[in-house]
């Protein structure tokens, strides 16, 4: 075991994933209810890894999101941009502990500093020429190590921004799809 993360379980993920690649299709949801203004809940749904349901998540989570009331919210949980950036710690945390396990660097703290820029101008309408989607994302890292130097701390940051889903998924686009489903009923 290294920065938590279990090394045997980590070698056979990676073994299973080399022998079957299609186990490296994993799908993750949320269903979300708007509760007026700028609120809303969203539950996780069903992981699925090749198509298949990941029996061992038993567990359902739920998330909240508001504005403060300067941005037309009441300001009862955090933003979606506060989320964007949960997202991407928990990416990297994860990334930087698997990685820096693989490398035989055992850390002995990591925390994360992250802040996006948002022009509100896109997202109210007011100037088409500004996009209404985030301007930077910054992350500043503080990670210990009692067995690697500067160097390999750095070329580890270097490794995460490459393999981190999260950051690569906001650094590039994606297709995103959005579909109205209409009730019949209505």
Known sequence: MINGVDMDALRQTVDAVRDKPELAQVTFGVQSEWSGGA??????????????????RTATYTFESDEPTALLGTDKAANPGEYILQ????????????????????????????QVDFDLQGFLGIDKSIRPGAQEIRVDVHAQSPN???????????????????????????????TLVTDKAQ
């Not at 609120?39 to 061992?56: C, D, F, K, L, M």
Request: aromatic share 2%; with cysteine; hydrophobic share 40%.
């Open 87 to 114: 997202g991407l710690a928990g990416c990297y945390a994860v990334t930087y502990a698997s990685v820096a396990a693989t490398r035989g660097i055992e850390l002995s703290s990591l925390s994360l500093d992250l």
């Open 148 to 178: 690697a130097t500067a160097e390999q701390l750095e070329e580890l940051t270097e490794l995460v921004q490459q393999r981190s889903p999260i950051r690569e998924t906001l650094a590039n686009s994606v297709k995103v799809t959005t």
């Open 39 to 56: 609120h809303q809940r969203a539950t996780t749904t069903v992981p699925r890894q090749n198509g298949e349901v990941i029996a061992s």
